[in-house]
């Protein structure tokens, strides 16, 4: 039997708050209350030569490569439920510095570890952005002003290009005219690869002419690189944070395999009925990897196809992992007990060539719905015939992205690249389309609440949106900062919103739709986190993309009511 999931007597951590050294005059925190049996805990304080808002302490546990993150509050902290094992803690605070300090923390020890900041130069951040809109290391961090110098072409440039690549991609690529040229008719073609990226009737002639001189002037062969330097000075609420705790365990590196790629890619995360944490890996050799979280014990499975690309990923009630691959177009079904792998045809015709998988959903049947990204279809892999089927959906470059299902069973997912949401009734096989209010944009992911309504993040608008299909009513909500990028929208059992924004380099954003109140959790690493699951006890599962270290990764919201470090749905 697992001893994780009990609690101690509230009694025996009353007791606790003495013997860490935390003394009367801390205020009492819910995390006080208890205790994971086993696990240890660190409290003290941080001071500093000027005022500071809720200082990042990072708990590493360099045996397991399982880092503890937690938030100051009025200048003291408190870290509980940490694996016993050797730790080097660190406190980060931009425009602050403090040296990094050991300890060993054996099972139930209580320590206490205070530190002095120094000031120093803040460093400035990046976007925690992937792909197109990769992190660029050799670039200049500049305002927006200066990655967008003012004059005819910007807003033009923003509207046609902008949206859809990231504020990066564009000023980090010095192209000649006639490349510029040949990028943006590529772009405007239907019959390109993957048909026209502009939409047809959106950019005249004269347009196109503004557009392509405006992109040969500022990002030109002697140019120099930039990228958006970000302002993360987020709003932070130390109440709030104070009880919050973020837990990342590192991927490992594998000598031999990962000797090429010094870094692993995890994408989606996703929960199975032992309360594992199940990922996809894009790190090449593909793998579909899992983290027992209560131990920090990692398995790999090796895809058949080494570079399919996973992307989505699904278990059903029996603990049968399925994902959907990019390249090759196929859904993959792993049977961890038994380590079997089988790859079935997302179009069991075979007539879709070319086409892209993009992220899975499992409905009460067990049947696999899937989103198509690259081919604009909507598929369903039967658990009867073990055969799929794909519907093409109406908006033609949609690029259908994120998946989710009403309690109705209806179909829901985000078309990307068209700003819509969609929705598709398996009863008349009808799809209904909703555009979004701020256009152009494009949509990542959309999540639906226990009532039926829809929210969705306009990742190029940094707006939230809240869709009542009875009505086909929707409002729109600006998330707080500039820049934002709302890639997942997703809703806890309590209908409170959580959004991953990578857009001024990582933060979860809790929104409540009551209050109509944003609140901020700012991530341990500079990232952006393109899918949340959330445990039944309301603990934010997400994988960081274009951290620096890969990572299965988790934020409890109110660490003193965590009873687990299982992740249930
Ligand atoms: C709706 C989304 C969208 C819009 C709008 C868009 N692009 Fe693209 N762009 C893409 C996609 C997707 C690709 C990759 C095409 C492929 O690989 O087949 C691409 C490819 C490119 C490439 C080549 C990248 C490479 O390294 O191979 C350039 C350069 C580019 N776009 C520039 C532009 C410019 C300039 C504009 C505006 C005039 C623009 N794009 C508008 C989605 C878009």
């Known amino acids: ?106 099972a139930d020890a209580r320590e206490a570890l205070n530190f002095s900041l120094r000031e120093e130069g803040a460093q400035p951040v990046q976007q925690g952005v992937f792909g197109f809109t990769s992190r660029i290391a050799d670039a200049t961090l500049v305002s927006y002003d200066e990655l967008y110098p003012a004059g005819p072409g910007r807003d033009l440039v923003a509207k046609t290009c902008v949206y859809c690549h990231g504020k990066n991609f564009l000023p980090g690529r010095p192209y000649h005219e006639t490349q510029w040229t040949h990028f943006v008719d590529l772009m405007l073609n239907p019959s390109s690869p993957r048909g026209a990226m502009i939409p047809a009737g959106t950019l005249s002639s004269t347009d196109r002419e503004t557009v392509i001189a405006y992109l040969a002037k500022h990002y030109g062969p002697t140019s120099v690189k930039r990228a958006l330097k970000v302002d993360a000075d987020f709003p932070l609420d130390e109440t709030v944070l104070g009880r919050a705790m973020y837990v990342e365990y590192y991927l490992p590196l594998d000598k031999q395999l990962d000797a090429a790629n010094k870094q692993r890619r995890t994408q989606e995360p996703h929960f199975d009925p032992a309360g594992n944490v199940w990922y996809t890996d894009r790190s090449i050799p593909n793998r579909i990897g899992r983290v027992d979280p209560r131990t920090g014990e990692f398995r790999d499975f090796m895809m058949p196809d080494p570079k399919g690309d996973p992307h989505g990923l699904t278990v059903d009630k029996a603990g049968h992992v399925f994902w959907a691959e990019t390249v090759g177009f196929h859904l993959g079904r792993l049977d961890p007990r038994t380590g079997s792998m089988l790859r079935y045809p997302m179009d069991s015709t075979g007539q879709s060539k070319g086409a892209r998988g993009h992220t899975p959903v499992i409905d009460s049947k067990e049947n696999v719905w899937f989103t198509v990204i690259g081919g604009d279809m909507l598929g369903k892999w039967d658990r009867k015939t073990e055969k799929a089927r794909v519907w093409k959906v109406p908006t033609s470059g949609a690029a259908p992205y994120g998946i989710s299902l009403d309690r109705d069973e209806n179909v829901w997912f985000a078309e990307f690249r068209r700003g819509k949401i969609a929705k598709f009734d398996p009863k008349t096989e009808k799809f209904t389309e909703y555009s979004a209010l701020t256009q152009p944009t494009t949509i990542r992911r959309l999540g639906v609440d226990s009532a039926g309504i829809v929210w969705y993040g306009g990742f190029s608008t940094g707006k939230l949106g809240k869709l009542d299909p009875k009505t086909g009513r929707i409002v729109e909500y600006d998330i707080p900062m500039p820049f934002s990028e709302p890639y997942d929208v997703w809703p806890d059992r309590n209908d409170q919103i959580w959004i991953s924004d990578g857009g001024q380099g990582g933060s979860l954003i809790r929104f409540d739709p009551k209050t109509e109140t944003f609140t901020y959790y700012p991530t341990p690493q500079t990232t952006d986190q393109p899918k949340l699951a959330i445990t039944r006890d309301g603990a934010v599962w997400y994988t960081p993309r274009s951290s620096s270290k890969a990572a299965a990764g988790v934020l409890y919201p109110d660490v003193g009511k965590m009873t687990t470090f299982g992740a249930y749905y």
């Open 1 to 106: 039997m697992r001893t994780s999931g009990r609690l101690l007597p509230v009694l025996f951590a009353i007791g606790l708050m003495t013997l860490g050294g935390t003394t009367a005059t801390a205020p009492a925190r819910a995390q006080d209350a208890a205790q994971i049996a086993g696990t240890a805990a660190v409290s003290g304080t941080v001071e500093a030569p000027k005022p500071f808002q809720a200082a990042q302490v990072h708990l590493l546990n360099v045996d397991k490569n399982v880092l503890f993150m937690v938030y100051t509050s009025g200048g003291r902290y408190r870290a509980v439920n940490l694996f016993p094992g050797r730790y080097e803690v660190t406190v980060r605070k931009p425009g602050f510095s403090a040296e990094t300090k050991s300890l060993t923390l054996a």
